[in-house]
């Protein structure tokens, strides 16, 4: 594959997947060397696709332009920056809003962050077609035996989510606790799936509650 065509290609990822890449900077004697890309796995990732949505909006005031949009897809959180004129692109924008960018990879202070080149609104079942998307790409091979106890562990979850609204929800600390029999990397994975897909929600840090 031409290296031009590698360097443009925009890699259809998660924020989270993205967030475990290592940042590779260019070999300089300046104190602060320029970011190049993301190593992940194979691949060498400088532009990408990503699909979710805003939870937060900043826009800075005075003559230096400057806004920000905090993005989530359920897997972790990256910052999208814009400068000058181009901070236009942001202004129809709300909290709530869920979006495909496709842009660039920069790093400032260590921070990886979205330069966007396109911004499209999209309806907010297409995160779930990309986590859907993204998973077949990578398949998780499981046994039948196994598939069954992680629907009868996600059920059982579920369940005592639902049960605790009279409370407000639950934190996360407890339903692992509670659930003993279970490995704890296994009920965090599931109470992630079950975030991502909307059937549950969390109002604050380490705390869930049922939406349905």
């Known amino acids: ?26 070999e300089s004697e300046a104190p602060n060397p320029r970011f190049n890309l993301i190593e992940l796995g194979n691949k060498e990732i400088r532009k990408v696709n990503i699909i979710a949505n805003i939870i937060d909006k900043f826009e800075s005031e005075g003559e230096r332009k400057f806004a920000s949009i905090t993005l989530d897809d359920g897997s972790g959180q990256i910052r999208a920056r814009l400068f000058g004129e181009e901070v236009q692109k942001f202004k129809e924008l709300t909290q709530g809003d869920t979006l495909l960018i496709i842009g660039f990879l920069k ?8 330069l966007p080149d396109i911004i499209r609104k999209v309806n907010p079942k297409y995160l779930l077609i990309r986590k859907l998307e993204i998973e077949k790409s990578f398949p998780e091979q499981k046994t039948p035996e196994q598939k069954q106890e992680i629907k009868a562990l996600r059920d059982e979850i579920i369940e005592m989510i639902k049960n605790a609204e009279t409370n407000e929800g639950i934190d996360k600390d407890k339903i692992i606790m509670k659930l ?26 380490g705390r869930v509650r049922y939406l349905g």
């Open 180 to 205: 003993k029999n279970s490995q704890p990397e296994i009920i965090q994975q599931e109470i992630q799936k079950l975030l991502e897909e909307g059937i549950i929600y969390e109002p604050k840090p």
């Open 107 to 114: 790093s400032f202070n260590q921070e990886l962050y979205l």
């Open 1 to 26: 594959m031409p290296e031009d065509y590698q360097r443009n290609t925009a890699y259809k990822l998660r924020i989270g997947d993205l967030l475990r890449g290592k940042q590779i900077f260019e």
